[in-house]
């Protein structure tokens, strides 16, 4: 999954800002951005989560959630071992 924050330079000089996230309290990355006055940017994170559950984020004071569902039972039906098939009599062979 990735997480995308928009970043925007409403200052009036040109400068690097570092932006943070954390993953339920967790600093999962920083990534430095320069930006020129009134100039915005995005910025990309990609985060991997296993674990069912609803994880709550937050970049530099924006927070959101987001959540990973359990895996759907398998569908494919149980196979049991096959039987070869029966023999067939050739047609010389009397039955």
């Known amino acids: 999954m990735t997480i995308t924050a928009s970043v925007m330079n409403i200052g009036g000089t040109a400068g690097t800002y570092d932006v943070v996230l954390t993953v339920n309290n967790v600093r999962e990355g920083t990534q430095r951005v320069f ?21 709550q984020f937050d970049i530099n004071g924006v927070t959101g959630s987001f959540s990973v569902e ?18 067939i009599p050739r047609s010389n062979e009397p039955p």
């Open 35 to 55: 930006l020129m006055p009134g100039s915005s940017g995005k910025v990309d994170f990609a985060v991997t989560r296993v674990e069912p559950g609803t994880y």
């Open 70 to 87: 359990p895996e759907p039972p398998s569908t494919t039906p149980a196979t049991s071992a096959e039987q070869p098939p029966p023999a």
